[in-house]
């Protein structure tokens, strides 16, 4: 199997009916590889996110695709762990910047618009 256009007997096929046979034939191995990797909670998510990318891309995916297939769905974990991370790491600073900042009396509004105007005067 290839992208439509990439051989011979793919430039016969039109891309939706490619991509429903890629679909059909290696999603049930993409998802199970996902789900060693990250649990069935996100697998889904992963192995959607991969078919996804080779609709997008569909004009590079080889003609045997499997490890292709695997090797997106490896990046794909990879980023939603720097994404996890990334969203950690801001929560904690923001837990570490409220907890040492001093509460905002009375409406923020108001000191906005306080501020404004000290910032004009000046």
């Known amino acids: ?3 439509p256009g990439s051989s011979a007997e793919g430039a016969d096929q039109e891309p939706t009916e490619w991509f429903d046979e890629l679909f059909g ?3 049930a191995r993409v998802y ?12 889904e998510e992963v192995a959607s996110e991969t078919f996804v990318i080779a609709w997008r891309r569909r004009d590079v ?9 695997i090797g997106v769905a490896r990046n794909v ?15 904690a600073e923001l837990r570490a910047w409220a907890a040492t900042s ?3 009396a009375g409406d923020v509004a108001e000191v906005a618009v306080d501020r404004d105007v000290l910032l004009r005067a000046l």
């Open 77 to 91: 974990i990879r980023e939603q762990c720097r994404q996890a991370v990334r969203q950690d790491l801001i929560a």
């Open 1 to 3: 199997m290839s992208g």
């Open 102 to 104: 001093p509460p905002v």
């Open 25 to 27: 034939r290696y999603f």
């Open 61 to 69: 995916v080889p003609d045997a695709p499997l490890a292709w297939l």
């Open 32 to 43: 199970a590889y996902a789900v060693t990797r990250v649990g069935g909670t996100l697998a």
